[in-house]
């Protein structure tokens, strides 16, 4: 069924979509539709779930974490500061290994106060465990998110996921969502049926202290299962694809084939990219785009693979690691230099603060890399 | 849970996804904390049952007269100076 | 020979579901507080522990002592997950279950108080224990907000020991308007178990208050913790009452109370203090129970 609504909403009937039993959030901008979509919904008995509404950010996933250790289906929401002040529950819920999923609506961090659009959030939660994906439009949002918990709950990964979308251009910006029947979605999701949860005929004690002979073998589970959600993310993705019609994978490449110069996006610049690799063929230019759809784990053998040909590799960040560069950048090098992969490398910040990226913006990004050897980190439009 | 054996984890393929519990603290005699242990004396014991309900092992059995679990007291005498009639006597145990 | 004697007098339940070889210190009164609290609800119950004593008491992985399901986690999140786990299973269909918050006083009175006053507010269905031994004694005997005028801790030197008094949190929680209340000692095992059961049978956010000591904390002798609990009670130190709808009822009312200076002489923690420093004490003990007997006058049901 295709509806038009925005990211928010959309996010909120992916949510209901997954059957998602029981959901705990607090509102911030611009993630707002999303709690009220689903008090909606829930309120109207069309989600038969549980809405906590929750006095903090903090408090909503330590709730979703309690839910999903009961063995429930769960879901929460939030952006910026408040995924910030969620950070040691990140952590919890990661290595507790509760495969909730949450939307992340990708925004400025304050100071000084910022609602728009960019992923220092996300990114420096880049450590806690979580898979992240970032969305390019309205639909993915919604399809990321049934099968975000299909990925998560699967016993050989058993992660939560994040999925992240653009503040404004897609929370607030509205789209074509296909909506799934539920009957498609309960052949599609299996119940959710951990091994092991919170149950008193099977009582088992959860997360205690944990002694130097034990703490890294648990570690190096989370690296297994964070090498056989790269597989499930594929799997999951065809399997999407065959009852869905939508194809969505670890990267998605455009026009790279034969491209010299590749950029290298994510999130809603992704879209823009395509469009300026369309404009400059026009113009002759052989460029094309890898958009970087999920973050963590990092599709480190599929971007070797997309970038093997392209004589000049351009990194867009909207988002800043302080003191070195833009973070999908030296994850690119790092998996790049990992292959022996050796090329002129191009670490461009734009769009931070929300600040728009046009197909100009692209161009002008295009033109300098072409221009010029590699001087990274570049801060694109800055008023120097 | 009720067994006193102690978990083997050797490698990662024993272990589960996330730290959760696989046996009790059985295995854990905690006797070794003590350096004297309580003994009741029968023949003073009224079966007043104080000794048994302030135990916070619990290491002290329901029976009549009580009987404490001496691989597990740690030896706190918490029993001894709760026994309203003196029955429970310190005696020491350090080498 | 066979000659029958009789049973052993129990004047709470029988079944132990907390087991031993626990990592508890020697007479510690966190450990007897668990004990009492899973006779009282059975089996039928899912715990979630934040950072405190008994974080590690329990058990390190892969173990555990208590025979019921325990979530351990992060210091400040103790209510909402209760509320998460008790939600989340009402999501489904399955409240059977009694969810309980077992937090010490430092993620309760201080850093818990947040998530606290959220699930209280939406009146979740959870118990929440504070089991209370007035100080952060699992980092090492820091002072909290229920740390009392005149301790000693490692943050409050002798030389500067805690001033001001222990937070009200009790008054704090009936102020949300929660249907029960109650605040319990380790000295009086029966009202304790009692407390429990009731609170199992109410729907909504349920409070207890537990007076847990610490030997360890306190520098008190181990075999003294009992002594040292009903000694609370009996100076008006830790007063046993409970509000349950709003109606206040003292449970035990000292017949005579004993004087504060009893009760201190028994702890290292206060043995800096001066005949002055007592006397304060003394005065405010004496106030605070006054206001108590107040409000029981004036906020109670009628019928018993």
Not at chain 1, 243 to 268: H, Q
Not at chain 2, 25 to 41: A, Y
Not at chain 3, 31 to 45: D, F, I, P, T, W
Request: a neutral charge.
């Amino acid at each position: 069924m295709k509806q038009v609504m925005n990211g928010d909403f959309a996010a909120s009937y992916g949510a209901m979509s997954a059957l998602v039993k029981y959901v705990a959030a607090y509102p911030i901008t611009p993630q707002t539709l999303v709690v009220e979509k689903l008090s909606e919904l829930v309120a109207d008995g069309e989600m038969d779930a549980v809405f906590s509404k929750v006095e903090s950010e903090h408090s909503a996933m330590a709730a979703c974490i309690g839910a999903e250790a009961a063995g429930i289906r769960t879901f929460t929401a939030t952006s910026s500061q408040g995924l910030l002040l969620m950070c040691e529950v990140l952590h919890w819920a990661a290595r507790g290994r509760l495969p909730i999923v949450l939307a992340n609506v990708n925004r400025a961090v304050a100071p000084g106060w910022s609602i728009w659009a960019d992923a220092q959030d996300s990114i420096s939660q880049r450590d806690t465990g979580w898979m992240q994906v970032y969305a390019e439009d309205n639909q993915e949002v919604y399809d990321s998110i049934i099968m975000a918990y299909k990925i998560a709950e699967s016993p050989d990964v058993l992660l939560p996921m994040m999925i992240n979308l653009d503040a404004f251009f897609l929370s607030h910006t509205s789209e074509v969502v296909d909506l799934i029947d539920k009957k498609d979605i309960e052949k599609f999701l299996p119940p959710y049926e951990p091994k092991f949860k919170l149950n008193p005929s099977e009582p088992h004690a959860f997360n205690a202290l944990t002694s130097p002979d034990h703490y890294f073998e648990l570690t190096y589970k989370m690296h297994l299962a964070m090498e056989k959600a790269k597989k499930r993310i594929t799997e999951v993705g065809v399997e999407f694809e065959k009852m869905f019609g939508r194809r969505y994978g670890l990267t998605e490449s455009y026009r790279i084939e034969d491209a010299d110069t590749v950029l290298v996006t994510f999130g809603t610049i992704a879209g823009t990219a395509k469009e300026t690799v369309d404009l400059l063929r026009k113009e002759g230019k052989k460029v094309g785009n890898l958009k970087i759809r999920v973050f963590r784990p990092f599709p480190q053998e599929e971007v070797c693979e997309a970038l093997k040909n392209a004589k000049k590799v351009i990194v867009v960040d909207r988002d800043y690691s302080y003191g070195f560069e833009g973070a999908f950048f030296t994850e690119v090098k790092s998996a790049l230099y990992n292959k022996g992969v050796m090329k002129p490398l191009y670490g461009m910040m734009a769009g931070i603060g929300g600040r728009d990226v046009s197909t100009g913006t692209l161009k002008e990004i295009v033109a300098k890399a072409e221009g010029e050897d590699p001087k990274n980190p570049y801060f694109i439009g800055v008023k120097l | 849970m009720t067994d006193d054996k102690k978990v083997e984890l050797n490698k990662v393929s024993d272990y589960p996804e996330m730290p959760v519990s696989l046996g009790s603290m059985l295995w854990n005699k905690t006797s070794s904390w003590r350096n004297f242990k309580p003994v009741i004396d029968g023949t003073k014991c009224i079966g007043c049952g104080i000794c048994w309900k302030f135990c916070p092992e619990p290491a002290i059995f329901p029976t009549n007269p009580p009987t404490v679990d001496y691989d597990f007291c740690k030896g706190c005498g918490i029993c001894i100076s709760e026994c309203p009639t003196k029955a429970i006597s310190k005696v020491d145990e350090t080498r | 020979m066979n000659e029958k004697k009789k049973d052993l007098t129990l004047s709470i339940p029988k079944e132990e579901i907390m087991q031993p070889g626990h990592l508890a210190c020697q007479g510690c009164g966190a450990s007897l507080a668990m004990r009492y609290a899973l006779k009282a609800l059975g089996r039928n119950v899912i715990l979630d522990i934040p950072a405190c004593c008994w974080a590690v008491i329990d058990g390190p992985f892969p173990y555990s002592a208590t025979g019921v399901p325990i979530y351990h986690t992060a210091f400040e999140t103790a209510a909402a997950v209760a509320s998460g786990i008790s939600n989340g299973l009402r999501s489904v269909g399955k409240s059977g279950a009694t969810i309980m918050a077992w937090a010490g006083d430092g993620g309760t009175f201080d850093i818990g108080i947040q998530a606290l006053s959220g699930a209280a507010e939406r009146n979740d269905d959870i118990i929440y224990t504070v089991y209370d031994n007035e100080a952060y004694m699992n980092t090492g005997i820091q002072r909290s907000s229920a740390t009392p005028h005149g301790a000693w801790t490692t943050t409050t030197p002798v030389k500067h020991f805690k001033k001001g008094e222990k937070k009200d949190l009790d008054s704090i929680m009936v102020a949300h308007g929660i249907p029960y209340m109650a605040t319990a000692s380790i000295s009086h095992p029966e009202d304790l178990i009692k407390k429990y059961q009731k609170a199992a049978k109410i729907r909504g956010t349920k409070f207890l208050h537990v007076y847990a000591p610490c030997p360890t904390g306190w520098k008190s002798d181990p075999a003294m913790t009992v002594k040292v609990a009903k000694l609370a009670v009996e100076t008006n130190v830790f007063p046993i009452y409970e509000v349950e709808n709003g109606n206040y009822r003292i449970n035990i009312k000292p017949s005579k109370r004993k004087e504060v200076k009893e009760y201190l002489s028994m702890q290292g923690r206060f043995k800096h203090l001066t005949e002055e420093d007592v006397k304060y004490i003394q005065e405010n003990i004496d106030r605070k129970w006054d206001t108590l007997l107040k409000k029981e006058q004036y906020f109670s049901s009628k019928e018993k």
